[in-house]
């Protein structure tokens, strides 16, 4: 059973940077396109930033030149460099694998981002 630990989130003014990272539990992690997904209250769960295990990445339009999605394989970490935070960026980030890959792990228990003055 894989697990996914997610850490890093915060309270931060509109405008400021955070840079949660997820820690993943499984073996041959570079095999898997792994995503970072968010959840704000009252709203579904989405794809925000995603990764190829080779590095390629794809955004979400609503973060695209404010986020950046990297990984480093042999520490199974993946991390979201979040810059020009905005008030709805507020939500609880997970990780876990993204398109192609069809199955996704069991969540973790994600990490609050909070964008407030």
């Known amino acids: 059973q894989v697990q996914l630990v997610e850490s890093g989130g915060g309270l931060v003014q509109p405008g400021g940077s955070l840079r949660p990272l997820c820690a993943a539990f499984?073996?041959?992690?570079?095999?898997?396109?792994m995503g970072w997904y968010r959840q704000a209250p009252g709203k579904q769960r989405e794809l925000v930033a995603a990764?190829?295990?080779?590095?390629?990445?794809n955004y979400a339009d609503s973060v695209k030149g404010r986020f950046t999605i990297t990984r480093v394989n042999a520490k199974s970490t993946v991390y979201l460099q979040m810059n020009s935070l905005k008030p709805e960026d507020t939500a609880v980030y997970y990780c876990?694998?993204?398109?192609?890959?069809?199955?996704?792990?069991?969540w973790g228990q994600g990490t609050q981002v909070t964008v407030s003055s």
């Open positions: 876990n694998t993204a398109p192609p890959v069809i199955h996704r792990w069991d």
């Open positions: 990764i190829t295990g080779a590095g390629s990445t």
């Open positions: 499984v073996s041959a992690f570079g095999v898997y396109a």
